[in-house]
C-alpha cells in the first residue's frame, strides 16, 4: 500500500514541471482567444473540489459510525443516524428492533430486479484499552489510517455504501429499472439470531425476493477489491457428555472411568476422512475445542468427561448428514452419553457464480474498472451473515476492507481503501440499476 502510493506520488512529482507548464500555457492561449465564459481549470477544479467534498463526507461519516459505541447488540444511535442520511435520498426505512436487536430494512425504486446491500453496525468489545494507540470510539485519523473499533468490521464499509449511494442519486441515477434495499443489523458478531436471519424472514412473508446481495465484510487482505468471497462454509458446534462411576482410582473394578471411551470418540472424531474441497470451496474439517472431567483429585476417578467440538464444513455436506455421522461414532462407547448440538450455520455457494451474466461477472468488471485489478475469489474465513441471504436462492457476494486487523486492539482502514472501496459500490450500482 504504502510502496504502491509512493509511486504514484513520485510519478505525479516528476510529471509536474513539464505538464503545468503546458497546461498553463493552453489555458492562457485559450482564453485570450475565446475567453470562455468557465476555463477548463476552473472545471477541472470544479470536479477536484466535487471529489474531496465526496471524500471528506465519506470519512466523516465513518467517524460518525465509530463513535457511537455499538457493541452487540447495542445499535448505540447506529441505526436512526442511518435513518436520518436515508431518508432524504428518498428511501422508505422501516426500523424492525427483535428481542433487543435492531434492524434497519430500507428500500428505493421500481422495477423486476432487486439488488441489496447487507451490513452490520454492531462491533465486538474494544478489549484492553490500554493496548490502543488511540482511543477506540475516537475514530482518529493519522497518518492516512482511520482507527477505531469497528473500522474495518464493518462500520467504513457501511459509509462507503451510504457515498457511494448519495453520489449515485447526486450524479443523476435512478432506481426505475429496480428496487434497491438496504439491510443494517446492530446482531452479527453475537448469536445472529434476531438479525439479518429476522430481517430475510420478514422479507419472504412480504414475498421480496433478493437478485444480488452485497455484504460489506472486511474480505480484503491487503487492499479494498483483492478478494471476494463467493460462498462461506457452514459451522456446526456440538459437546459430548459421557457420565461414569466415580470412585478410588485403587479400586478400579468399582470405578467406571468415563475419560477412557471419551478418549476412544476423540480419536474416532480426529480420524474422520472429511472431504478436501475442490477449487472454490476449501475442505471440511473438525476440532475438538474443550475437554472437561470436573473437579480433579489424583486418586479419584471423575464421574464425568464433556468434550466441545467444532465443525466447518463444505457444500459437500449438510447438516443432518453431519449429525448422523458423529451419532454412529459415539453410539458404541455406551449408551450413557449425552449428544448436543449448538449454533448450526448452513454454508452457502453461489452456483450461479460460474455462469457468463452472473452479477459476479458485473462485480469484477466494477473492481476492474475502479482498481485495474481482478479481484480474488474466496470462500475463506468464518461465517458471515450472507448465509442469511442466500436463503433467498439470489447471487451472494461480500465485499469489503481489509481484514488484517479486525477484532484486534488498534483496528483501523487505511483513508485510500475507503475512497476505493465507495468507488467500487458506486460503479457497481450505476452498472446494475443505469442498464
Ligand atoms: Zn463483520
Not at 230 to 236: E, M, Q, S
Amino acid at each position: 500500500m504504502n510502496l504502491a502510493r509512493t509511486k504514484v506520488s513520485s510519478e505525479t512529482v516528476s510529471l509536474q514541471p513539464d505538464t503545468s507548464t503546458d497546461k498553463s500555457a493552453d489555458t492562457s492561449a485559450s482564453i485570450a482567444t475565446k475567453k470562455p465564459a468557465v476555463s477548463n481549470l476552473d472545471i477541472e477544479q470544479t470536479t477536484a473540489e466535487k471529489i474531496d467534498e465526496a471524500n471528506r463526507q465519506l470519512i466523516e461519516s465513518a467517524q460518525q459510525l465509530i463513535q457511537k459505541p455499538s457493541i452487540t447488540p447495542d445499535d448505540a444511535g447506529c441505526t436512526p443516524w442511518l435513518i436520518q442520511q436515508l431518508e432524504p435520498l428518498g428511501f422508505h426505512c422501516q426500523q424492525l428492533d427483535v428481542n433487543g436487536v435492531t434492524n434497519l430494512i430500507a428500500s428505493i425504486g421500481t422495477g423486476n430486479k432487486t439488488m441489496a446491500f447487507l451490513g452490520h453496525t454492531d462491533v465486538v468489545p474494544a478489549g484492553d484499552l490500554k493496548h490502543w494507540q488511540h482511543p477506540p470510539f475516537a475514530a482518529t485519523v493519522e497518518d492516512n489510517f482511520l482507527y477505531g473499533r469497528g473500522a474495518a468490521d464493518m462500520k467504513t464499509a457501511i459509509a462507503c455504501m451510504l457515498n457511494a449511494t448519495k453520489q449515485f442519486i447526486t450524479n443523476g441515477g435512478q432506481f426505475n429499472r429496480g428496487k434497491f434495499y438496504w439491510l443494517i443489523t446492530s446482531d452479527e458478531e453475537g448469536e445472529a439470531e434476531y438479525g439479518t436471519k429476522a430481517m430475510i424472514e420478514h422479507l419472504k412473508q412480504k414475498g421480496v425476493s433478493l437478485d444480488v446481495s452485497l455484504v460489506g465484510e472486511p474480505t480484503a487482505r491487503v487492499t479494498a477489491g483483492d478478494t471476494i468471497k463467493i460462498g462461506r462454509r457452514g459451522a456446526l458446534s456440538g459437546c459430548i457428555k459421557l457420565a461414569g462411576k466415580p470412585g478410588h482410582v485403587a479400586y478400579p473394578d468399582q470405578i467406571r472411568n468415563p475419560i477412557n471411551p471419551m478418549a476412544k470418540i476423540i480419536q474416532a472424531l480426529n480420524n474422520i476422512e472429511w472431504d478436501s474441497g475442490s477449487a472454490d470451496f476449501p475442505g471440511s474439517s473438525l476440532q475438538i475445542t474443550h475437554i472437561n472431567s470436573g473437579e480433579f483429585s489424583d486418586n479419584v476417578s471423575p464421574s464425568y468427561c464433556e468434550i466441545n467440538f467444532n465443525i466447518r464444513y463444505s457444500h459437500r455436506w449438510n447438516e443432518q448428514q453431519l449429525k448422523q455421522k458423529i451419532t454412529a461414532l459415539v453410539q458404541p462407547e455406551g449408551s450413557e452419553f449425552e449428544l448436543q448440538w449448538q449454533r448450526p450455520c448452513p454454508p452457502y455457494w453461489n452456483k450461479q457464480s460460474v455462469n457468463p451474466g452472473s452479477a459476479l461477472t458485473l462485480l469484477e468488471q466494477a473492481i476492474f474498472q475502479t482498481t485495474g485489478r481482478y479481484p480474488s475469489l474466496s470462500t475463506s474465513g468464518g461465517t458471515s451473515d450472507g448465509r442469511f441471504a442466500a436463503s433467498l436462492g439470489g447471487e451472494v457476494y461480500e465485499i469489503g476492507a481489509c481484514n488484517a486487523t479486525i477484532h484486534q486492539v488498534n483496528e483501523k482502514v487505511s483513508v485510500d481503501d475507503l475512497i476505493t472501496l465507495r468507488n467500487i459500490y458506486q460503479t457497481i450500482l450505476m452498472q446494475y440499476f443505469n442498464c
